[in-house]
C-alpha cells in the first residue's frame, strides 16, 4: 500500500497567493482528516470528511481556508488569500472503518508564505 | 468531551537509560487512547494503542504503555532508550465519535 500521498511536499510562496494542498487517502478508507501543525499550537485539525462528505469544520480558522473532497480518492486544501501566519505543516490522515480508530498520516506539506 | 495532557514538552535522557513519557487523559466514555511517533519530517505513526482489551499495550521498537483508569493515566514506557528514539512522541484519546484529539506531544532527547 503506498499510503496517504500528500502534494507538495514543500510550497513557498508569497503573501496574497492562492495555495492548494492536495490528498490521496489510503484506498477503501472511508474518513480523510486535515491537520495543521505549527510550534504554537501543535496539532489542529481542521476538518474532517466521511464518505466525501465534510462532517466537522470548526477548526478551519477563516473564511480564506476551504476544503473539498470531490471523490473518495482525493481531497484538497486552498487558502485564498494566503498571509505570513499560515505557515505551517498541514498534514492529511485517513481512516478506514476496519482500522478500528488508527489514523495514517501523509508526510505533510511544508508551507511557507513570505 | 475528551482531551489529553502531556507532562513535559521535552524528556532527555541518556541511550540505556528507561524512557517515560506521561500522559494524562481526560473522556466522559470509554476511551481508546493511542501513542504516536513522528521523526523528522515525518508524518505521524501509529506506536501502540488501547481499545478496551489487556491493559498493558506492547507496540512496536519495544515501547509499552499501561492503561490506568483510576488514575487517566497512559504512560508511555521503554526500558532501554536508543539514539533512533529521538523523535516526537504524541497521546491521543478518542471516545463516541472516534475522532481523537492529541496532545502537545513531548520531543525525547536522547544523549550518547
Known amino acids: 500500500d503506498a499510503g496517504v500521498i500528500q502534494s507538495p511536499r514543500h510550497e513557498v510562496t508569497e503573501m496574497g497567493q492562492e495555495v492548494t494542498l492536495r490528498c490521496k487517502p489510503i484506498s477503501g478508507h472511508d474518513y480523510l482528516f486535515w491537520y495543521r501543525q505549527t510550534m504554537m499550537r501543535g496539532l489542529e485539525l481542521l476538518i474532517y470528511f466521511n464518505n466525501n462528505v465534510p462532517i466537522d469544520d470548526s477548526g478551519m480558522p477563516e473564511d480564506r481556508f476551504s476544503a473539498k473532497m470531490p471523490n473518495a480518492s482525493f481531497s484538497t486544501l486552498k487558502i485564498q488569500p494566503s498571509e505570513p501566519r499560515d505557515s505551517a505543516v498541514y498534514f492529511c490522515?485517513?481512516?478506514?472503518?476496519?482500522?478500528?480508530?488508527?489514523?495514517?498520516f501523509g508526510p505533510g506539506t511544508r508551507l511557507t508564505v513570505l | 468531551a475528551q482531551s489529553v495532557t502531556q507532562l513535559g514538552s521535552h524528556v532527555s535522557v541518556s541511550e540505556g537509560a528507561l524512557v517515560l513519557l506521561r500522559c494524562n487523559y481526560s473522556s466522559s466514555v470509554p476511551p481508546y487512547l493511542f501513542w504516536y511517533v513522528q521523526y523528522p519530517n515525518q508524518g505521524l505513526q501509529l506506536l501502540l494503542k488501547?481499545?478496551?482489551?489487556?491493559?498493558l499495550v506492547k507496540g512496536i521498537n519495544g515501547f509499552e504503555a499501561e492503561f490506568k483508569k483510576s488514575e487517566t493515566s497512559f504512560h508511555l514506557t521503554k526500558p532501554s532508550a536508543h539514539m533512533s528514539d529521538a523523535a516526537e512522541y504524541f497521546c491521543a484519546v478518542s471516545g463516541g465519535s472516534y475522532i481523537p484529539t492529541f496532545g502537545r506531544g513531548t520531543s525525547l532527547i536522547v544523549h550518547p
Open positions: 488501547y481499545t478496551s482489551a489487556a491493559t
Open positions: 490522515a485517513s481512516r478506514g472503518t476496519a482500522t478500528y480508530n488508527e489514523q495514517f
